[in-house]
Nanobody, 122 residues
Framework: QVQPVESGGGPVQAGGSLRLSCAASGGTFSGYALAWFRQAPGKEREFVAAISWTVGGTNYADSVKGRFIISRHNAKNTMYLQMNSLKPEETAVYSC???????????????WGQGTQVTVSS
């Protein structure tokens, strides 16, 4: 089973940008839909964005539309999340997930990474 591994998190000021990466370990993302979820302290995990294996299939949470961009490089077995105009309330652990179908529902994804911390300061 493929194991997603996130990187690219860290501290950033409000209004700034950050790019997260998710690489495949122990397998390949071939045929998988991929997604980003985030969880802030004391809050439930929430969907951020997802992308299909095929080109063009993406969806975003309303809160990030127009600011975040999800993409993937299939040959590199890597997915990215470009985050722009970040807000302090978006401070959270961002996790990468792989599943059969593109979905905003967390339980539809079988493979999860450990997460990377994003801290947005005001």
């Amino acid at each position: 089973q493929v194991q997603p591994v996130e990187s690219g998190g860290g501290p950033v000021q409000a209004g700034g940008s950050l790019r997260l990466s998710c690489a495949a370990s122990g397998g390949t993302f071939s045929g998988y839909a991929l997604a980003w979820f985030r969880q802030a302290p004391g809050k439930e995990r929430e969907f951020v964005a997802a992308i299909s294996w095929t080109v063009g299939g993406t969806n975003y949470a309303d809160s990030v539309k127009g600011r975040f961009i999800i993409s993937r490089h299939n040959a590199k077995n890597t997915m990215y999340l470009q985050m722009n105009s970040l807000k302090p309330e978006e401070t959270a652990v961002y996790s990468c997930a792989a599943g059969i179908w593109r979905s905003p529902i967390a339980y539809r994804y079988a493979c999860w990474g450990q997460g990377t911390q994003v801290t947005v300061s005001s």
